[in-house]
T-cell receptor, first 109, second 113 residues
C-alpha cells in the first residue's frame, strides 16, 4: 500500500534555524499532504501540494514536490520553540490517506 | 471553527472485553476515517467510510473491528475481544471530499490490561 516515509526520524535545531524534512513514496499520487502533531494530540493539516505542482508556500512553510523522484520536502524557516512537534507526510491511496512514521522536530530556545 | 470530537479521551478495558470508541465528525464532511498510533510510532490507517459503507480497510482492520454510523452525527469504532496489542491512540478523522485535507480529533487513548 502507498505511504510516505519521512526522513530524518528526528531533528534537533536551535531557534531561528531552518528545518528541512523529507518524504519519499512509492507509487503515483494525486496529492501529498503534510501534517503536524503535538505530543498526545491529533494531527493538524499544514499544506497540500498537488501532483502537478512543484512548490508551495504557506507562511514560514515551503513544500516542494518532485514526482520524478517520488519525494517531497517540508522546509520550516526561522524556526521557533513552538514548532517543536512531529511532522508527517501523507499520500493518497484510493480512498484514504496513508502516513509515514514522521519526523520528530525539536527546536531549542 | 468546526472540529472533530472524540469520546472518551481515555478508555481502560480488560483483555477480552469489547470497547466502542465514539467520534462526531464535522457536520458537512462526507468521508470518515479511523487511524491508530501506538505510542510514538507511525500513524496507521484502519478504515475509511463513505456513503454508509466501508470504502477501504487495511490489513489491521480484521473481523475484530467494525464501524458504524448509527445516526446522522456519530461515527463509531467497535473493537471486540480486545487484546493487549490493541493498546494505542485511536484517531478519528473526516474530510469534505476524497483525499482532501483530513481533520482529526484528539484521539482516544485505549489501554488494554
Amino acid at each position: 500500500s502507498q505511504q510516505g516515509e519521512e526522513d530524518p526520524q528526528a531533528l534537533s535545531i536551535q531557534e531561528g534555524e531552518n528545518a528541512t524534512m523529507n518524504c519519499s513514496y512509492k507509487t503515483s499520487i494525486n496529492n501529498l499532504q503534510w501534517y503536524r502533531q503535538n505530543s498526545g494530540r491529533g494531527l493538524v493539516h499544514l499544506i497540500l501540494i498537488r501532483s502537478n505542482e512543484r512548490e508551495k508556500h504557506s507562511g514560514r512553510l515551503r513544500v516542494t514536490l518532485d514526482t520524478s523522484k517520488k519525494s517531497s520536502s517540508l522546509l520550516i524557516t526561522a524556526s521557533r520553540a513552538a514548532d517543536t512537534a512531529s511532522y508527517f507526510c501523507a499520500t493518497d491511496n484510493n480512498n484514504d490517506m496513508r502516513f509515514g512514521a514522521g519526523t520528530r522536530l525539536t527546536v531549542k530556545p | 471553527e468546526p472540529e472533530v470530537t472524540q469520546t472518551p479521551s481515555h478508555q481502560v478495558t480488560q483483555m477480552g472485553q469489547e470497547v466502542i470508541l465514539r467520534c462526531v465528525p464535522i457536520s458537512n464532511h462526507l468521508y470518515f476515517y479511523w487511524y491508530r498510533q501506538i505510542l510514538g510510532q507511525k500513524v496507521e490507517f484502519l478504515v475509511s467510510f463513505y456513503n454508509n459503507e466501508i470504502s477501504e480497510k487495511s490489513e489491521i482492520f480484521d473481523d475484530q473491528f467494525s464501524v458504524e454510523r448509527p445516526d446522522g452525527s456519530n461515527f463509531t469504532l467497535k473493537i471486540r475481544s480486545t487484546k493487549l496489542e490493541d493498546s494505542a491512540m485511536y484517531f478519528c478523522a473526516s474530510s469534505e471530499r476524497r483525499n482532501s485535507p483530513l481533520h482529526f480529533g484528539n484521539g482516544t487513548r485505549l489501554t488494554v490490561t
